[in-house]
């Protein structure tokens, strides 16, 4: 079985930061790519960053120069450090990572964290 856990979620002022951490846990023989995502009321879920085994990285455009993803692969845990925040960076914030469960494997399964709420108000 594989779980992804997230922590660090909350409630900040606009301009304030947060630090999301996801960890995987369980039997698994490798992690791909890895990210975050999030749903707001009403609107359809989306990325907002991702990063590679190899440490490339993306972001949705609202988030660049503000959002900062990382991984530590020894701990097969990824970050989001989120600066400047405003209020429209209100949802529910879900980690995901591409896992093979096997050395023999063909393919990659999508595993996903079970969300944290980040709400960004005064």
């Known amino acids: 079985q594989v779980q992804l856990v997230e922590s660090g979620g909350g409630l900040v002022q606009p301009g304030g930061s947060l630090r999301l951490s996801c960890a995987a846990s369980g039997s698994f023989f490798s992690i791909n790519a890895m990210g975050w995502y999030r749903q707001a009321p009403g609107k359809q879920r989306e990325l907002v960053a991702a990063?590679?085994?190899?440490?490339?990285?993306n972001y949705e455009d609202s988030v660049k120069g503000r959002f900062t993803i990382s991984r530590d692969n020894a701990k097969n845990t990824v970050y989001l450090q989120m600066n400047s925040l405003k209020p429209e960076d209100t949802a529910v914030y879900y980690c995901n990572a591409s896992i093979k469960r096997n050395i023999l494997s063909r393919s990659w399964t999508d595993y996903w964290g079970q969300g944290t709420q980040v709400t960004v108000s005064s």
């Open positions: 990063i590679t085994s190899g440490g490339s990285t």
